[in-house]
């Protein structure tokens, strides 16, 4: 059974503040995905990676960055959070078939 | 790059009656079309899915079917239950050698009333 966990599931930060959301996955799936999901907005593709030290953007990638040291391990980074990305946070993970198995999120709050 | 639209935002159906939720794609590289279903305050999972050289894939009461010259594809729910009220999500991408990155619609919200 796919486990894609993440590391918080609520966090509550101050503007100006740096974020670290970790994503860790136990199948050794290539690639890797943070989404961004908004009521009416659906699920809005951040950052992914096909492989280690690999990262490509995704349709809204401003404000974000993300690490892959490890293959099994993706984290999403805000430099300098702010108001507008209080949201929740979606890591997937894939073995390259199309499939996406998702962690079970992380709802930030941005004061 | 790909954009998806998905229609209507919110669907509400009797029980036992049908449900079709339709989406259209941009880009006419796209070869894979899933259906993500999510129910409240869980992880959205893959229902559904159905490749560019299929018209229609049935799974007992649910099917897709993909129209590529129209570039729209749909989810259809048979006798509905509640169960099935959840919010669903299309998505389209290009699968090639191994890599996908799938571009999702807003979603679907379906209530099921008993």
């Known amino acids: 059974d796919v486990k894609v966990t993440q590391s918080s599931r609520y966090l509550v930060k101050r503007t100006g503040e740096k974020v670290f959301l970790e994503c860790v996955q136990d199948?050794?799936?290539?690639?890797m995905f943070w989404y961004r999901q908004d009521p009416g907005l659906g699920l809005r593709l951040i950052y992914f990676s096909y492989d280690v030290k690999m990262k490509e953007k995704g349709d809204i990638p401003e404000g974000y960055s993300v690490s892959r040291e490890k293959k099994e391990r993706f984290s999403l980074i805000l430099e300098s959070a702010s108001t507008n990305q209080t949201s929740m946070y979606l890591c997937?993970?894939?073995?390259?078939?199309?499939?996406?198995?998702f962690g079970e999120g992380s709802r930030l709050t941005v004061l | 790059g790909e954009n998806v639209e998905q229609h209507p935002s919110t669907l509400s159906v009797q029980e036992g009656d049908s449900a079709v939720i339709k989406c259209t794609y941009s880009?006419?590289?796209?070869?894979?079309f899933p259906w993500y279903k999510q129910e409240l305050g869980k992880r959205p999972q893959l229902i559904i899915d159905i490749r560019s050289n299929v018209g229609e894939k049935k799974d007992q009461r649910i099917a897709v079917t993909l129209n590529k010259t129209a570039k729209h594809f749909s989810l259809h729910i048979t006798e509905t239950q509640p169960e099935d009220s959840a919010v669903y999500f299309c998505?389209?991408?290009?699968?090639?050698?191994?890599?996908?990155?799938?571009?999702f619609g807003a979603g679907t919200r379906l209530a099921v009333h008993p």
């Open positions: 998505a389209a991408t290009l699968l090639s050698g191994g890599y996908n990155k799938l571009i």
């Open positions: 199948m050794d799936h290539e690639n």
């Open positions: 997937a993970s894939s073995p390259g078939n199309g499939e996406l198995f």
């Open positions: 880009d006419s590289a796209s070869n894979y």
